[in-house]
């Protein structure tokens, strides 16, 4: 080994450095088109394939008839798991406001077509019952009001004057003015002796009876003397109205039972050829039929109410009941 002074010993030990140093070889990978990848392969593949579905689509329903197309149609209106289980389904709503449809207060809004079938009929069915049974009232009413006057002389003596008619709003008793024999004196409300006794022996009649009853005062088209701003034939058709319910309610019959007091002066004459005939001037007595009553009452009749909620009560029961089974 030379010495480090000697000559070319420096230059040695440089070479020896230089050949222990690691060698880093650097290599450029070359990517030309790199930038494509293959991603373009699966968009191209979904988008045949979406292609070839619509075709097949358009081909299916060119090829179909029109019955298997409304069969289609009902299906997805209806969807099997919607018509058998009920719930939620864009076809099974009556509207695409949650509870819309028809009728706004509905908080139910999904609900089967067969429900709601099932719901009306019972609403019809429920209303053909209760006009049997108003009919058969009716009838029964005015056997027993005939009954009470041919067996009553007093009655009797005044049959001519008492006019019993079956009208689409019930049975209405009219009891009318004779030329020599009115009702009530003449431009007042009080009440005649003989009218007192027919009103009594209606009113006696009238205390059982289920439905309820309108009264209505008339008169006939002559003009009452103080004139259009004071007192008129509508106060007097009132008051005396007013004066007939006051005697059918002592001789029995309920005041609840009361649908309406009503004065309609010469609006609705007897004789509209003879405007001022005596037999204008009337009482009519109507006891009304559920349909009448709700027509003229609405929503508040009772009748109505009780319609309301049986049909709640059927629709409450109808969503608590189990969905039932299917067979395969």
Same mark, same amino acid.
């Given at each position: 080994?030379?010495?480090?002074?000697?000559?070319?010993?420096?230059?040695?030990?440089?070479?020896?450095?230089?050949?222990?140093?690691?060698?880093?070889?650097?290599?450029?990978?070359?990517?030309?088109?790199?930038?494509?990848?293959?991603?373009?392969?699966?968009?191209?593949?979904?988008?045949?394939?979406?292609?070839?579905?619509?075709?097949?689509?358009?081909?299916?329903?060119?090829?179909?008839?029109?019955?298997?197309?409304?069969?289609?149609?009902?299906?997805?209106?209806?969807?099997?798991?919607?018509?058998?289980?009920? &719930?939620?389904?864009? #076809?099974?709503?009556?509207?695409? =406001?949650?509870?819309? !449809?028809?009728?706004? *207060?509905?908080?139910? +809004?999904?609900?089967?077509?067969?429900?709601?079938?099932?719901?009306?009929?019972?609403?019809?069915?429920?209303?053909?019952?209760?006009?049997?049974?108003?009919?058969?009232?009716?009838?029964?009413?005015?056997?027993?009001?005939?009954?009470?006057?041919?067996?009553?002389?007093?009655?009797?003596?005044?049959?001519?004057?008492?006019?019993?008619?079956?009208?689409?709003?019930?049975?209405?008793?009219?009891?009318?003015?004779?030329?020599?024999?009115?009702?009530?004196?003449?431009?007042?409300?009080?009440?005649?002796?003989?009218?007192?006794?027919?009103?009594?022996?209606? &009113?006696?009649?009238? #205390?059982?009876?289920?439905?309820? =009853?309108?009264?209505? !005062?008339?008169?006939? *088209?002559?003009?009452? +003397?103080?004139?259009?701003?004071?007192?008129?034939?509508?106060?007097?058709?009132?008051?005396?109205?007013?004066?007939?319910?006051?005697?059918?309610?002592?001789?029995?019959?309920?005041?609840?039972?009361?649908?309406?007091?009503?004065?309609?002066?010469?609006?609705?004459?007897?004789?509209?050829?003879?405007?001022?005939?005596?037999?204008?001037?009337?009482?009519?007595?109507?006891?009304?039929?559920?349909?009448?009553?709700?027509?003229?009452?609405?929503?508040?009749?009772?009748?109505?109410?009780?319609?309301?909620?049986?049909?709640?009560?059927?629709?409450?029961?109808?969503?608590?009941?189990?969905?039932?089974?299917?067979?395969?």
């Amino acid at each position: 080994m030379p010495p480090p002074n000697a000559p070319g010993g420096a230059q040695a030990g440089a070479a020896n450095e230089k050949k222990l140093q690691p060698i880093i070889i650097k290599r450029v990978k070359k990517g030309d088109h790199g930038h494509h990848g293959g991603a373009w392969k699966i968009a191209y593949a979904d988008f045949m394939t979406a292609m070839m579905a619509f075709f097949l689509l358009m081909w299916l329903l060119g090829s179909t008839s029109k019955g298997d197309l409304q069969g289609i149609a009902a299906y997805f209106n209806s969807p099997l798991k919607v018509a058998m289980n009920g &719930g939620d389904g864009s #076809g099974n709503s009556s509207s695409i =406001i949650p509870g819309g !449809g028809t009728d706004l *207060a509905r908080i139910h +809004g999904q609900v089967k077509r067969s429900e709601a079938d099932s719901n009306d009929q019972s609403r019809q069915s429920l209303r053909h019952v209760r006009a049997q049974q108003d009919a058969q009232r009716i009838k029964a009413l005015r056997a027993k009001i005939d009954a009470m006057i041919s067996s009553n002389a007093t009655l009797n003596e005044y049959k001519s004057q008492i006019r019993m008619d079956v009208t689409p709003d019930g049975l209405q008793i009219q009891i009318v003015d004779e030329q020599n024999r009115p009702m009530f004196d003449i431009g007042s409300a009080i009440v005649k002796p003989y009218m007192r006794d027919i009103l009594r022996e209606v &009113g006696a009649a009238l #205390g059982g009876v289920e439905n309820r =009853i309108s009264l209505a !005062g008339h008169t006939d *088209a002559a003009p009452y +003397g103080t004139g259009e701003k004071g007192y008129s034939n509508w106060e007097l058709s009132t008051d005396r109205a007013n004066a007939s319910r006051r005697e059918l309610v002592v001789a029995g019959m309920p005041n609840d039972k009361l649908a309406r007091v009503v004065g309609l002066a010469a609006s609705d004459l007897l004789h509209p050829d003879d405007p001022r005939a005596p037999q204008n001037r009337r009482i009519t007595i109507t006891v009304l039929t559920h349909e009448a009553e709700e027509r003229l009452l609405g929503k508040q009749a009772p009748s109505a109410q009780q319609d309301n909620k049986l049909e709640s009560e059927n629709m409450e029961k109808q969503e608590n009941s189990p969905p039932a089974r299917q067979t395969p």
